[in-house]
């Protein structure tokens, strides 16, 4: 008998064996871990237990909120319990699959034994952890046992105040380097200087250990003894203190800045980035697009939309994703994926749009845009960011799709490239569209406004060659600038 219900994805074997338990395990608690939300998830977040310990759940009730890299998901009962303990508290980050994250019951079964599971289950997720993590804590144990009292310890802190009488203080440059040169001369190490050099090194009280010999094998002499002087150990100290005093007066204090938690999502966000920047070969191609005839035509259509009941607009972002995909319909070579040994070519056009959320970008995808009309690409869209921003997303709505779209013309971006969504090909970075004067011989002023919007794509050089990449946003601006054919 199951007892979760995962949403779209089917959890692994071991998952459904440790977080399950059937009807025959009467009287028995069970370990429930992490699951995996989708194929390529590794660890996710605690958002929220919708269930306290020791309450009772019905089929179809809410047991808790799992982050993953991309939304918020649910974890639903399909069956009765009760949820005897809970190990992983609400906000928990980066909880690997498979770590037990709560223990579960049947109803009349006895949980004064969850404690005691709950144990056994943390002692078995800490050996699995590898050793490197325990790197550091076995580090302090080992300088724990350090005796303060050392060999190294105790001759790099003999205090020098022992070579001056009681009840006085020589503060002075010399009077420092005497004590530290009676000090050094005193710690039995041998050093090799000519009588003469180790006399006047005596009598001058200058340390032979800081001298650097220019005799044969390193022998100090005469010479080095009276080049020495004793200042420049001081004032190089001197200079080093002043140096990080004034390097900790540059830090920030704790009242002047805020550290953010990183999100699950951002993590995987800053990674993949980073991926794609570093291992794909980037390169750019910007087109001019005159919108005139597209803005015409979509305030002819928003017009005839209104007059329908709950009739939607339609967006410019709307006419970019359609003319997308007919642009990719009549260059295929975009509209595919790095695959290693092989190039993979798709036949639909696929089509994800990058959407801003509170914790991050996520693309949602609309499927098969060459095959939909425009009223049908405006209202999906519109649904997809809205669950995107609510976190409500599905692996499936988010997972995969051939090509990508960012729009921040709404923010009055005039130009900029955007980082490949990998293992897409390309992806279109589309920025505002903006009032620009252009000769016009045929116009009696002999210049027109037009109304330009940049766009750039940006192409992964391992698959769309420059000129594939030319004729691909030449099929673009021309399905804009002639939105009609887009029709046909």
């Known amino acids: 008998m199951s007892i979760f219900h995962y949403g779209v994805f089917i959890p692994s074997k071991n998952s459904v064996v440790e977080g399950l338990h059937s009807s025959t395990r009467r009287h028995a608690l069970s370990k429930f871990t992490m699951p995996a939300m989708s194929p390529t998830m590794q660890e996710g977040g605690i958002a ?135 000090k050094d001369l005193s710690k039995g190490d041998r ?21 650097k010999g220019t005799g044969p ?71 001019d697009v005159d919108m005139g005839k597209t803005n015409k035509l979509r305030e002819v259509f928003n017009k005839s939309l209104a007059e329908k009941e709950g009739g939607a607009k339609l967006s410019v972002n709307d006419f970019i994703v359609k003319a997308s995909a007919m642009a990719l319909k009549d260059v295929p070579d975009v509209n ?27 693309t949602p995808i609309i499927r098969d845009v060459g095959g939909k009309g425009l009223a049908t690409i405006s209202s999906e869209a519109k649904a997809l960011a809205k669950k995107a921003r609510d976190g409500k997303l599905q692996p499936a709505e988010y997972q995969g799709g051939s090509f990508t779209i960012s729009n921040l013309g709404m923010f009055g971006v005039s130009h900029f490239t955007a980082i490949i969504n990998q293992p897409h090909a390309a992806i279109l970075a589309v920025g505002a569209t903006q009032a620009t004067l252009a000769p016009a011989p045929h116009e009696e002023k002999g210049f027109e406004v037009k109304h330009i919007m940049k766009a750039t ?15 691909w946003l030449a099929a673009f601006k021309g399905y804009l600038e002639n939105p009609l054919s887009m029709m046909l």
């Open 48 to 182: 929220s237990w919708k269930k306290q310990p020791g309450e009772t759940f019905t089929a179809g009730d809410v047991i808790l909120e799992i982050e993953t890299d991309k939304a918020t998901m649910d974890v639903e009962a399909q069956d009765d319990g009760v949820l005897a303990k809970i190990m992983v508290g609400d906000g928990s980050k980066g909880v690997k699959v498979g770590t037990t994250i709560a223990i579960m019951a049947e109803e009349g079964d006895d949980i004064s034994g969850a404690d005691a599971l709950a144990s056994e289950s943390s002692s078995s997720d800490a050996k699995s952890v590898p050793s490197e993590y325990n790197k550091d804590a076995e580090d302090s144990k080992a300088e724990s046992k350090q005796s303060p009292t050392s060999p190294a310890l105790s001759a790099g802190t003999e205090a020098p105040k022992s070579m001056a009488p009681q009840g006085t203080k020589d503060t002075s440059a010399a009077g420092q380097e005497l004590g530290k040169g009676k």
């Open 191 to 211: 050093i090799f200087a000519t009588p003469i050099a180790k006399k006047i090194a005596l009598e001058q009280g200058i340390p032979l250990a800081k001298i």
């Open 217 to 287: 094998e390193g022998r100090i002499t005469r010479e080095d003894v009276e080049k020495y002087k004793p200042g420049s150990t001081t004032a190089a100290a001197a200079q080093s203190s002043a140096s990080k005093a004034s390097k900790a007066s540059n830090e920030p204090v704790a009242s002047e800045y805020t550290d953010m938690p990183v999100s699950n999502m951002r993590k995987v966000i800053a990674s993949r980035l980073l991926q794609s920047k570093l291992e794909l070969p980037h390169y750019y191609v910007t087109v």
């Open 336 to 362: 595919s994926a790095w695959m290693g040994e092989t190039i993979r070519q798709y036949t639909k056009a696929d089509i994800c749009m990058a959407v801003s959320t509170p914790t991050g970008l996520i």
């Open 457 to 471: 794509l940006s192409s992964d050089h391992r698959v769309v060659d420059g000129a594939v990449a030319a004729r």
